[in-house]
């Protein structure tokens, strides 16, 4: 890590730059974005490049390339200071909105593409005769299934930040895990209910069919990935 350079005030919060550092690597960007990234969070007035180089020693070259990719990522946003016509860099305030972009950009794509990838193998094994309790295709429906629970995941975090709901992130926050396990909850009894129906009944069969219907509908209304 870098020499770090600032008041004593400063210093005690600048200590905890590797935990911003540890956790940006941890998610696939690079430590030096983590050490700026850490410091315009830290810092309650925005700086300059020049005073980023200058605290975390580092050079203009490698500050330049962090500062464009976090924000490429929606991490920080640049402003002009109204008496120096300085450029000046911070941290943004919605962190959410810094997930739901990293997720539009990078990892919602790439789940769209494996899942459709697998729902491609998963035709192919069954026209090459592999029957419903196949290894193969019990592997690959559940790996699609994994990434549709991904993608509503990170639909529902882009659909909140598009929607501007800041104001209600504290009641989101309460009101979401209960939300999930209460989903929890219905499905598991759903389970047990039907695995006391014998599987030839017109019970099972209804429950069975209900079942694919929802797949489906969420297979045909899963949103466009968003550019």
């Keep these: ?79 002009t200071s109204r008496d120096t016509r300085q450029r000046l860099h911070q941290a943004k305030e919605d962190s959410l909105s810094i997930a739901a972009t990293v997720f539009r950009k990078r990892e919602q794509k790439e789940v769209v593409e494996f899942r459709k990838m697998a729902e491609r193998l998963l035709i192919l094994a069954q026209e090459k005769g592999d029957d419903e309790f196949q290894p193969r295709i019990l592997r690959l429906r559940s790996i699609i299934l994994t990434c549709q629970i991904a993608e509503a995941v990170m639909n529902f975090v882009i659909e909140v930040v598009d ?7 504290p009641d989101l926050v309460q009101k979401f895990p209960a939300a999930l396990n209460l989903l929890t909850q219905g499905l598991a009894q759903a389970k047990k209910m039907a ?32 550019k």
């Design 1 to 79: 890590m870098p020499a770090l350079k600032g008041s004593t005030t400063n210093q005690e919060f600048l200590e905890h730059l590797p935990e911003f550092e540890n956790f940006l690597v941890q998610i696939g960007l690079k430590r030096i974005e983590g050490s700026v990234y850490g410091l315009l969070v830290l810092r309650n007035t925005p700086l300059s490049s020049e005073e980023i180089e200058e605290v975390l020693g580092l050079s203009q070259s490698a500050v330049s390339n962090a500062l464009r990719s976090l924000t490429h990522f929606g991490a920080i946003e640049t402003i």
């Design 163 to 169: 929607l501007d709901l800041k104001d209600f992130y």
């Design 195 to 226: 695995t006391r129906i014998p599987k030839n009944s017109i019970a099972h069969k209804l429950i069975d069919g209900i079942g694919r219907v929802a797949q489906s509908t969420l297979r045909n209304t899963q949103p466009e990935v968003r």
